[in-house]
């Protein structure tokens, strides 16, 4: 069984910084793409950042410029670095891994920023 475990989540100020993290732990012989996704309250689940196992990333024109994702592929951890931050980035934080032929999904992490 494989499971992911968030952390990192918390209130923080506008403007301020959080870094998440997502630790992978089970039997996984490869992890081919790890990633940050949210959820806002009444709002579908979105695509926050994903970086692949060579290292290539793809964001969300939200969050380009103010957050990075890195991956520790040794520890199969994966972290989500968030500068600048602003209210509208207040969500569940999930993180999610792609394995061949199945993916994985963490309890999620509360980000809260105030205004």
């Known amino acids: 069984q494989v499971q992911l475990v968030e952390s990192g989540g918390n209130l923080v100020q506008a403007g301020g910084s959080l870094r998440?993290?997502?630790a992978t732990s089970g039997s996984?012989?490869?992890?081919?793409?790890?990633?940050?996704y949210r959820q806002a309250p009444g709002k579908q689940r979105?695509?926050?950042a994903i970086i692949s196992?060579?290292?290539s990333?793809?964001?969300?024109?939200?969050v380009k410029g103010r957050f990075t994702i890195s991956r520790d592929n040794a520890k199969n951890t994966v972290y989500l670095q968030m500068n600048s931050l602003k209210p509208e980035d207040?969500?569940?934080y999930y993180c999610n891994c792609k394995v061949p032929g199945n993916e994985y999904w963490g309890q999620g992490t509360q980000v809260t920023v105030s205004s």
């Open 20 to 22: 998440l993290s997502c």
């Open 28 to 36: 996984i012989l490869r992890i081919n793409v790890m990633g940050w």
């Open 46 to 48: 979105e695509l926050v």
């Open 53 to 55: 196992s060579v290292g």
């Open 57 to 62: 990333t793809n964001y969300a024109d939200s």
């Open 90 to 92: 207040t969500a569940v």
